[in-house]
């Protein structure tokens, strides 16, 4: 019993192996297989992984494929069992038919197995592109797809071409000529006609007309001339023409052409440059005799008489600038035949010498700011610029000198400020205070602030801090007007000078209540006269000459304003506000006391005198000590005692 057992597990591993080693040759997922022994069955696929069911003697399922049952006999009954046109032969499992199956024996032990036979399917018709595939435009292509039944993939792909209402299109012709005037169109146009037909060739799917115009169903004689210009209706140099077509209507009849014998033919006379006529100021305006009454008898021509130009000068000429200073530069253009558009201002030697503002001018006086920057020669070109056409342009020459400077001589100078004088290196005397000629000696110079003399400058004996002090004493406020009031204030009851009179004819103190201008005074004969101006300026238009032995004083609750042109001004000047010296080129020489809370010092000779002249020279005058007084009430030695520049 042990070895029978024993063989017969032998045996079954035979089998079993036998398998394994068949459907290893055979296709994968192709077979199941149903195994009885005398120990029971069991089904196996050909991957050898077990079948859906192990029930002896019934189906097995693997994948697609159907385990039949399996009997235990001879060879010969196992084929009787299967159905017709499976293989009759029989040998091991290695010799086995995969494809149409069969039955296999060892030992006592019979299998018989058959593969399930699968179909090609095929599903509907899919639409694709009209005309595609090779489909006539007016057919749709279409497609079928086809699968095995056992779901193992495509098996066929299948195309066709069908006619499709939705591919079929009208499609037209060109316009073919038809009669003149026909179908309802007018006598100058043509009918024409277009024929549409469907692209399957079905037939005619619409027919159109139209009418256009067309020239060769007008008949017209030809062009016979008319008059020229205005009188034919046309337009200067072109003569009208007429003819007749038919039908009526069907084309123009009338028309206006070119023609040289219709231009303007005149006799023109020069009359004058623009603006005469309404001419431009570069165009020469003529008049007239024409051969046809509409031409133009005036006319602005191109005139060698009328060419643009200009001329251009400048104020001042040369023009000279203190360092640091400014000066206003005007060009004085002249033009012919034209208009100043604008002047142009550039630096075209020494350009760090000067500086402009502005370069260019559009209004007249056209001018500049001339700017000094450091001393030297420099030359500016003016470039006009002209209407409608043209230009013109000069040169300047310009001086940097050094600024104007003063002077003062004998008197002390007090200031409750700072003191700047720029007294330049060529001066004929550096020095600030020169020495007083009756006594060799030079005033003080009393400041609160500082002092400067430029680089060059000296106090006095070419020294630059001799007889200077500072002090910050500020004495009775003798140099104002409210002092002279409280002085003479019986004087000053009613006004008793007015505006513009000369000298008094007697001595006194005179007061006026107002502005007052007064000038060229000249005092003879030992006068004494002091003038108090309350609540207004005095403005000295002329010389002011006190010759020794006379006085005059002139108090002002205001300014004292210096005309330009006054070169002498003598006696003692008493301003509350500012004494003002006047822009000018003529040096102002100041003789006796002059007082006031500002000074603007504005004379300048902007020329070489710059160079080695003070513009403004104080001088002191001790004569008037002695001459200011007349008596107890007419008297004004208290003053000399102390004046000074009022602290701003």
Request: aromatic share 10%; net charge negative; charged share 15%.
């Amino acid at each position: 019993m042990v070895l029978t057992s024993f063989i017969k597990k032998i045996i079954l591993i035979a089998l079993v192996f036998g398998a394994f080693l068949f459907f290893g040759a055979t296709e994968a997922s192709a077979h199941c297989w149903v195994v009885y022994t005398q120990w029971g069955s069991y089904c196996k696929c050909d991957n050898h992984a077990p079948c859906s069911s192990t029930s002896s003697a019934v189906s097995c399922r693997c994948g697609s494929y159907l385990c039949l049952g399996s009997y235990q006999g001879s060879c010969s009954s196992c084929i009787a069992s299967c159905t017709n046109g499976w293989s009759s032969s029989c040998s091991a499992p290695q010799g086995c038919d995969s494809t149409t199956g069969g039955c296999a024996q060892c030992s006592n032990t019979i299998t018989c197995y058959r593969p399930r036979p699968r179909t090609c399917d095929c599903g509907g018709w899919s639409n694709l592109s009209c005309g595609g595939g090779g489909c006539a435009a007016y057919q749709r292509q279409q497609v079928q797809y086809c699968n095995w039944s056992d779901g193992s993939g495509r098996c066929a792909t299948n195309y066709r071409c069908v006619s499709d209402s939705g591919c079929r299109t009208c499609s037209c012709g060109g316009w073919s000529n038809l009669s003149c005037g026909g179908g309802g169109c007018a006598a100058t146009q043509r009918q024409q006609v277009q024929y549409c037909n469907w692209n399957d060739g079905s037939g005619n799917c619409g027919t159109n007309y139209r009418c256009v115009g067309d020239s060769s169903c007008c008949s017209c004689s030809g062009w016979t001339d008319g008059a020229c210009n205005a009188a034919g209706g046309c337009p200067l140099g072109q003569r009208r023409q007429t003819r007749s077509c038919s039908p009526s209507g069907c084309a123009s009849t009338s028309q206006c052409v070119r023609d040289t014998s219709c231009d303007c033919v005149c006799n023109w006379t020069d009359q004058d440059c623009g603006p005469t006529g309404g001419c431009p100021l570069n165009r020469m305006y003529q008049t007239g005799v024409c051969n046809f009454p509409d031409c133009a008898t005036t006319q602005c021509v191109v005139h060698p008489n009328c060419v643009s130009s200009c001329t251009v000068g400048f104020s001042p000429s040369p023009l000279n600038v203190g360092i640091d200073k400014s000066k206003i530069l005007t060009a004085l253009p002249t033009p012919v035949h034209a208009t100043v558009s604008q002047v142009s201002f550039s630096v075209i030697e020494n350009p760090t010498a000067i500086s402009l503002d502005p370069t260019t001018d559009n209004n007249d006086p056209y001018s500049t700011a001339v700017h000094g920057n450091s001393l030297g020669e420099a030359q500016i070109r003016a470039n006009v610029t002209l209407s409608p056409e043209g230009s013109c342009q000069n040169t300047v020459g310009v001086t940097v000198r050094p600024t104007a400077w003063i002077q003062t001589q004998g008197g002390d100078v007090y200031t409750g400020g700072s003191l700047s004088d720029e007294i330049p290196e060529t001066a004929d005397n550096r020095n600030f205070s020169l020495k007083q000629e009756d006594d060799g000696f030079p005033g003080m110079i009393i400041h609160q602030g500082e002092v400067s003399l430029g680089e060059f400058g000296f106090s006095s004996d070419d020294s630059p801090n001799n007889w200077v002090a500072e002090s910050k004493y500020e004495g009775k406020p003798f140099g104002s007007f409210q002092f002279f009031k409280k002085k003479f204030a019986l004087q000053m009851q009613e006004p008793n000078f007015a505006s513009g009179a000369g000298v008094p004819g007697s001595d006194g103190v005179y007061y006026a209540n107002g502005p007052v201008t007064i000038g060229n005074w000249s005092l003879e004969g030992n006068r004494w006269i002091v003038l108090l101006v309350e609540n207004g300026n005095v403005t000295i238009d002329g010389d002011i000459v006190v010759p020794p032995g006379n006085f005059l004083a002139i108090a002002t609750t205001g300014d004292i304003n210096f005309d330009g042109e006054v070169g002498q001004a003598q006696g003692m000047f008493v301003a509350d506000g500012t004494i003002n010296t006047g822009d000018s080129s003529t040096q102002l020489q100041g003789q006796g006391v002059f007082v006031a809370n500002n000074f603007n010092l504005e004379r300048d000779f902007s020329d070489e005198r710059n160079d080695f002249t003070p513009a403004e020279i104080f001088v002191s005058r001790p004569d008037f000590i002695m001459s200011s007084y007349n008596g107890p009430d007419q008297n004004l030695w208290w003053f000399f005692q102390q004046w000074q520049e009022m602290a701003p």
